[in-house]
């Protein structure tokens, strides 16, 4: 059985666990590149500061930001590549 999208429910359980691990790899990579830029190596206490707090509340904001935009931008480039594929086999359809 296939979908809107033309996809069987196989191919859309494997759409989604690869996107299960990319959102858990960006999950990690920004945990990461937050916690090695907001936080001291050694802990004083067991809760944030303001300013660790604070830091790490901007940095996962500009992440957060900046893979929001990546995503639209590779989503407007694919939509180009494939209205230039359409247009390619168009043009050769009718020669």
Known sequence: MTNVQGLTEDQLSIVAELEIEMMSDMYH???NGCFKKCLPLRFKD???????S????RCVAKYLE???RI???LTSMSMQDEQAMKQIQAAGVSK
């Open 71 to 73: 995503g639209k931008k």
């Open 46 to 52: 067991a809760d944030l500061t303001k300013g660790e």
């Open 29 to 31: 990579r920004m945990t």
């Open 54 to 57: 604070v830091c790490v509340d």
């Open 66 to 68: 900046v893979h929001d």
